[in-house]
């Protein structure tokens, strides 16, 4: 049985068993870490008091990440009972470059301290479950308008016949900015049941 991890949520320390994130885990996306050595080489960094230093070791984690084989930090040194996390390996590493561009100390250390939080801290508003974090790793919510759309979406059950029911990238954006897991979606209108249908979407991918 995998034992149980202390992760704070808004300020609060709740207990997970299993990272939530493992169960939509993409090879090719993704990277599991360990969390603990991840964490040993961010907090070494950041004790770190002159920026070339600082850069070198975050060029080593890069490089870990990038070249797993190369790992001589225990990075990917993955316990089948350790404490591991979920990471989108494009983010991350945008990340830490950020971290190797930064001119001053002080704004490396901010960088670092951002790092360190989005793997040890969770926080959620009322309105989702996104982890504000790493909301870097958000790449299927549009931050562009809603209106703005290449092509309607017409697989599966949705039915593109007619130009008046809603598109469905529409309620999908809609739901997953401002609902949470479990929570009850009213579509007032229902029509050829295009809200009904991403619904069923958002249930089946989580």
């Known amino acids: 049985m995998r034992e149980e991890k202390e992760v704070k949520t808004n300020n609060q320390v709740l207990d997970l068993s299993v990272d939530l994130q493992k169960e939509s885990y993409d090879w090719k996306k993704d990277i599991i870490i360990n969390k ?29 990440v990038n070249y797993p084989k190369n790992d001589n930090m225990g990075l990917r040194n993955i316990d089948t009972n350790g404490d ?10 945008e990340e830490l470059k950020q971290i190797r561009e930064a001119q001053t100390i002080e704004r490396a250390g901010y960088y670092l301290e951002r ?9 959620t508003s009322k ?3 996104i982890n504000l974090n790493r ?13 703005i759309l290449d092509k309607r979406d017409s697989s599966g ?5 007619y ?7 529409i309620p999908h954006q809609l739901m997953m900015r401002y609902t949470k897991k479990g929570e009850w979606v009213v579509d007032t209108f229902v029509g050829s049941g295009t809200t009904l249908i991403e619904c069923r979407h958002l249930v089946s991918c989580n």
């Open 157 to 161: 059950a949705h039915c593109a016949g």
């Open 163 to 169: 130009w008046g029911n809603f598109i469905p990238q």
């Open 127 to 129: 309105v989702n479950d």
């Open 84 to 93: 591991t996390v979920v990471l989108k390996k494009g983010p991350l590493l």
């Open 36 to 64: 603990v050595k991840f964490i040993e080489e961010v907090e070494g960094a950041l004790k770190d008091k002159e920026i070339t230093s600082l850069k070198k070791k975050v060029y080593s984690i890069s490089t870990v």
């Open 135 to 147: 909301w870097k790793e958000y790449t299927d919510i549009l931050t562009d308008s809603l209106w």
């Open 115 to 123: 790092l360190k939080k989005g793997v040890t801290e969770i926080k």
